[in-house]
């Protein structure tokens, strides 16, 4: 029970639209800010710190370990300033989450078919559609069926 709190606790409440655009957005203007503010971010603790708040933000609002090792590039003192890493990190969380969400739409879909087809089958049932049985444990039949059952008959006898 504590782990399920706790991974909901990492994720707020906002629908995953609201959160892909805003970690994509936060994304791009911090790596953005990696090109154009080098001089100023480029400073070994003055980056570090910008880095790690930048990380924390993006965690919070995807809840990906991986977008966060991935984000851990920035530490790396020249490379991680040329690499885009935000931005890719966080492509590749929105990716893997259209995925899973896909996947879960189409398992859901799936399901409730399946129910709905259950919960037909049982209404049919309900309300004596079945053939043979009536109101008072008459035959039933429709015109078609009698048709049918009088024509083989009549083939039989014809042999």
């Not at 040329?82 to 590749?92: D, G």
């Not at 009698?146 to 039989?156: D, L, M, P, T, W």
Request: aromatic residues 6%.
């Amino acid at each position: 029970m504590k782990l399920i709190r706790q991974k909901k606790s990492n994720q707020p409440d906002l629908p995953f639209g609201v959160r892909a655009t805003t970690a994509l957005g936060i994304s791009i203007v911090a790596d953005a800010l990696d090109y154009i503010g080098a001089p100023i971010f480029a400073l070994p603790i003055l980056g570090d710190i910008v880095d790690a708040i930048v990380m924390a933000i993006l965690y919070r609002l995807t809840g990906s370990k991986t977008s966060t090792a991935i984000n851990s590039i920035e530490f790396i003192p020249l490379v991680g300033d040329m690499i885009p890493a935000y931005t890719l990190s966080t492509l590749l969380w929105i990716l893997r989450e259209s995925y899973k969400r896909r996947d879960n739409d189409t398992l859901l879909m799936n399901q409730s078919n399946r129910t709905g087809s259950i919960r037909i089958t049982n209404d049919h049932m309900n309300h004596r559609n079945i053939v043979g049985l009536g109101l008072d444990g008459t035959a039933q039949e429709n015109l078609r069926t009698k048709a049918r059952r009088r024509y083989a008959i009549f083939r039989e006898k014809t042999r």
